[in-house]
DNA sequence: TACGACTGCTTGAACATTCAACGACGAATG
DNA sequence: CATTCGTCGTTGAATGTTCAAGCAGTCGTA
């Protein structure tokens, strides 16, 4: 009987979880409330507007840009409405896929990322990547590509394997 | 004139971030939907209910439990009343400041919490503990106790000097 | 004690996110 | 081609979060 016990955390993994719990809750507050201050939108948002920037025509496919941000089609869908409604993002019909949407750069949504960008990167840097070494930037990007890469529903995550 | 351009990533920094980007979306959402799913409430009220559990007399007044949660006491009242309905959560009058509220772990709520631990538990260490080395896990707490403390209203964070 | 400034906590409205359900189209199968 | 199933993207309702404002009690100071 008795479902076995849980392995529970040991010392070490409880103090590195807490840190990370407070960390992660304390940056992504200052990040968003800089960006909302200063360019008035979440920090997902702008994310999308740097996606957006980069890819070949400032557009892409729903889906694809849900995918990139790690978001859900629904929360993308609700996202790109209100950026619309500024005026930064438009939306077109995809020539090859009658079912689609392409999510279109305005040229006033790519200067609102200007104008916003200096400011921003000035907070990810003061509360980042000044307080590090070299040695801990690479040691952070290694660890968070495990993990993202452990939960990416496409790598096949988990298992023996499914089906 | 010309504001002097703005210190930008370098590519390193920039992957790095990328990854704390996508790894801190996935892994939030993966540790949200198991808690939503088995347990019926987000991560920050869990963490709510263990903050009390280790609390003497497993109460805590509200600011100080905002404070260790980091998160506004805007957010933690709403919450609280949300536990609360729950019957989680019982909130009590501050004996020595009239001001005051304590929020009081129930015992509906200490079962709820024991009932949820095993599942969450093991969700955290299959997205992350398992797969990192103790070294890595020890170089990510070491990170992220830097990051939160810069970040810390305590700690005086930036500047010159206020006021 | 009276005053002003500050702290503790709450409130409601605006905003963001999740969840389940849906309509429309595409692809595979017979 | 007809069926069936999967994908694309959206919707609305329920839920959570932020922000600015507010009331009540406390503290420092004269």
């Known amino acids: 009987m008795a479902t076995t016990e849980p392995r529970w955390l040991d010392d070490g993994q409880q103090k590195t979880w807490r840190a990370y719990l407070a960390a992660s809750q304390l940056l992504s507050d200052h990040i968003d409330r800089q960006l909302q201050?200063?360019?008035?939108?979440?920090?997902?948002y702008y994310a999308l507007l740097v996606w957006l920037s980069e890819s070949p025509e400032r557009r892409m496919r729903m889906t694809d840009l849900a995918e990139r941000s790690k978001i859900t089609r629904s929360r993308l869908s609700h996202a790109v409405a209100r950026l619309e409604q500024n005026g930064w993002v438009r939306r077109e019909d995809c020539p090859t896929d009658r079912r689609g949407q392409m999510a279109v750069l305005t040229d006033e949504g790519f200067a609102a990322l200007v104008a916003a960008a200096p400011g921003h990167v000035e907070a990810v840097r003061?509360?980042?990547?000044?307080?590090l070494t070299q040695e801990q930037v690479r040691q952070l990007g290694e660890i968070m590509r495990i993990v993202a890469e452990g939960l990416a529903p496409r790598g096949g995550a988990d298992l023996p394997w499914r089906r």
Chains 1, 2 share one sequence.
């Open 37 to 44: 201050r200063d360019a008035g939108m979440p920090h997902t």
């Open 126 to 131: 003061g509360a980042l990547f000044d307080r």
